[in-house]
């Protein structure tokens, strides 16, 4: 399964190794794993909960995932993101991509996170030492997936 | 027409459920008009509605505009703007 959603953890190693194997094509393969942090916007986050929409979560990433395929030369591209509650230094997302040569393995792989984080339907809530609130979307986020709409 | 409407997030905390299956008068054909619709019930959904910044809507689990139109037994989901990865 090209996309998955879980409670679990994921051994990053142990998932590229399997995208890549008997598959000899491969020269590059780029990927990213997104952590939670200890703080944010200048509170101490103790626990990260994370909620999605079941169903069109997985769509809207696949969705995310063909259109990379469609504007880079990447074999394979691999999205796995975490739900449920987690604590700092836990890992989160992970996004890999296989191309022949780095550049398309690389731009996938950015793309597709770009495009995750203002399109695919997850919410976060922190707790803070003054209690729960909801993560605000960052504008920033959605800069980034701009620049990718541009011409060409 | 009938439509199941889902809440996400900080609007399902404010609207206080996380689902409701409702029979709309004949004139909400339209996200837009399903919106208006909810504000027009008054609390909790007008203050969940006007409070939450850029609520973003799905219709059959795809992203939806205003004039996106509904169906019978449409899945019509609100939820403010994503946070994931």
Redesign the interface.
């Known amino acids: 399964m090209p996309v998955r959603i879980q409670h679990e953890d994921f051994d990053a190693g142990a998932e590229i190794a399997r995208l890549r194997a008997d598959d000899p094509r491969v020269g590059a393969v780029a990927s990213f794993v997104g952590v939670a942090r200890d703080r944010n916007d200048g509170a101490a986050i103790s626990t990260l909960a994370l909620e999605h929409y079941p169903g069109m979560t997985e769509k809207a990433i696949e969705a995310i995932v063909d259109q990379a395929k469609a504007r880079w030369s990447a074999f394979e591209i691999l999205v796995i993101h975490r739900i449920g509650t987690l604590k700092p230094l836990d890992q989160i997302v992970l996004v890999v991509a296989t191309s022949s040569h780095r550049g398309d393995a690389f731009a996938a792989c950015e793309f597709v996170m770009d495009y995750l984080k203002t399109e695919a339907p997850f919410w976060k809530k922190e707790s803070t030492p003054a209690g729960e609130r909801w993560v605000d979307a960052r504008e920033s986020d959605e800069a980034a997936r701009s620049r990718w709409e541009g011409p060409g | 027409m009938k439509v199941t409407v889902?809440y996400?997030?900080?609007l399902r905390e404010a609207v206080g459920r996380d689902r409701e299956t409702l029979e709309l008068p004949a004139e909400v054909t339209t996200v837009g008009a399903l919106r208006a619709w909810l504000i027009a019930r008054g609390a909790p959904w007008s203050e969940a509605f006007t409070e939450i910044k850029?609520i973003r809507a799905?219709v059959a689990?795809?992203?939806a505009r205003d004039d996106t139109r509904l169906s019978e037994d449409a899945e019509v989901?609100f939820?403010?703007?994503?946070?994931?990865?």
Do not use: D, K, Y
């Open positions: 889902l996400f997030a900080r850029r799905a689990q795809e992203m989901a939820f403010p703007p994503v946070t994931g990865g």
